[in-house]
């Protein structure tokens, strides 16, 4: 149990284009997930928690028009990444975190983002 | 403050020895969690032991151990007879109030045959 799903698994775009990344929990209901950003060979860094039916409350440093993220229901957020540039380009991690579960947080497997 | 500190950024080994990685804390708060991950090539993160801050006993699972000493705010793993499978990279990590993960810069360890 406690399977968490990132689609797609990797993308690569334009500069200028916006993304979208969904993170599912596909046998639990998760009332908060949590976006991570990971460069390569450097560690995981949160960007955002976001709550079931709640604004995200977005980390310092992490621009709130440039990564919406929605959690419209309670198996399902999703990241976008607005004008991405080439900047932007990085592993991206969701998490999710149930009330059967509230010590611990399941990992979706990432998303690869290259913008070129 | 809450920090990680992964001291170790790459470790190699020779597959059968043994290899600890370490990790210490801070923390101000009294009620913690430590978290041990590892990453391997592909990327996904395989949760591998929670330990929270009121049990300071070690565990043993399987070729693994973790060494939890509050005196020292440390939480090192140790992997016994390491195999080539092992090579990823591992991540401690802290969380104060189950919402924020603070995670270590990790440990890339190589286990070569």
């Known amino acids: 149990g406690a399977v968490v799903s990132q689609h797609p698994s990797w993308v690569i775009c334009k500069s200028g284009t916006s993304v979208k990344i969904e993170c599912r929990s596909l046998?639990?209901?998760?009332?908060?997930m949590f976006w991570y950003r990971q460069f390569p060979k450097q560690s995981l860094m949160l960007m955002a928690t976001s709550n079931e039916g709640s604004k995200a409350t977005y980390e310092q440093g992490v621009e709130k028009d440039k990564f919406l993220i929605n959690h419209a229901s309670l198996t399902l957020s999703t990241l976008t990444v607005t004008s991405a540039h080439p900047e932007d380009s990085s592993f991206y991690i969701c998490?999710?975190?149930?009330?059967?579960?509230?010590?611990?947080?399941?990992f979706g497997p990432g998303t690869r983002l290259t913008v070129l | 403050a809450q920090k990680v500190t992964q001291a170790q950024t790459e470790i190699s080994v020779v597959e059968k020895e043994d290899v600890t990685l370490d990790c210490v804390y801070e923390t101000r708060d009294t009620t913690y969690y430590l978290f041990w991950y590892k990453q391997p090539p592909s990327g996904e993160l395989v949760f591998l032991i929670r330990r929270n801050s009121f049990d300071e006993q070690n565990e043993i699972s399987g070729r693994y151990s973790w060494n939890f000493q509050k005196s020292t705010s440390s939480f090192n793993f140790t992997i016994t007879a390491s195999q080539v499978v092992d090579s990823a990279v591992y991540f401690c990590?802290?969380?104060?109030?189950?919402?924020?993960?603070?995670f270590g810069t990790g440990t890339r360890l190589q286990v070569f045959p």
């Open positions: 046998d639990f209901q998760a009332t908060t």
């Open positions: 998490s999710a975190r149930g009330d059967s579960f509230v010590d611990e947080q399941f």
């Open positions: 990590a802290l969380s104060e109030d189950t919402d924020k993960l603070i």
